[in-house]
Nanobody, 124 residues
Framework: QVQLVESGGGLVQTGGSLRLSCTPTEATFNNNIMAWFRQAPGKEREFVGIIRWRDGRTAYGDSVQGRFTIRRDVPRNTMYLQMNTLKPGDTAIYYC?????????????????WGQGTQVTVSS
């Protein structure tokens, strides 16, 4: 199973920004669809956003729409999550995911590969 490696989490104040990165460990990995999810303590894993690799088309969850942006760097085979105007409610472990059959998938069970997660903490 292909592994995904996230980086870029940390502690930031309300209103600040962070950028997360996600890279597959295998260069030949078919990353046609990649996504970000997050999970706060005691809550279910939540869809953050998704990107279709071939054309860069993106979609976002309602709670992050307009504040978060996903983009890809094709030569580096890396997906990024730019998070702006962060709020304490954004505090969670953020996971990248891949290997879903459809750009319209939004459930964690739809994705076959996951990263180990990176902690994002937003202080008030």
């Amino acid at each position: 199973q292909v592994q995904l490696v996230e980086s870029g989490g940390g502690l930031v104040q309300t209103g600040g920004s962070l950028r997360l990165s996600c890279t597959p460990t295998e260069a030949t990995f078919n990353n046609n669809i990649m996504a970000w999810f997050r999970q706060a303590p005691g809550k279910e894993r939540e869809f953050v956003g998704i990107i279709r690799w071939r054309d860069g088309r993106t979609a976002y969850g309602d709670s992050v729409q307009g504040r978060f942006t996903i983009r890809r760097d094709v030569p580096r085979n890396t997906m990024y999550l730019q998070m702006n105007t962060l709020k304490p409610g954004d505090t969670a472990i953020y996971y990248c995911a891949a290997q879903s059959p459809s750009y319209y998938d939004r459930r964690p069970a739809d994705f076959g590969s996951w990263g180990q997660g990176t902690q994002v903490t937003v202080s008030s």
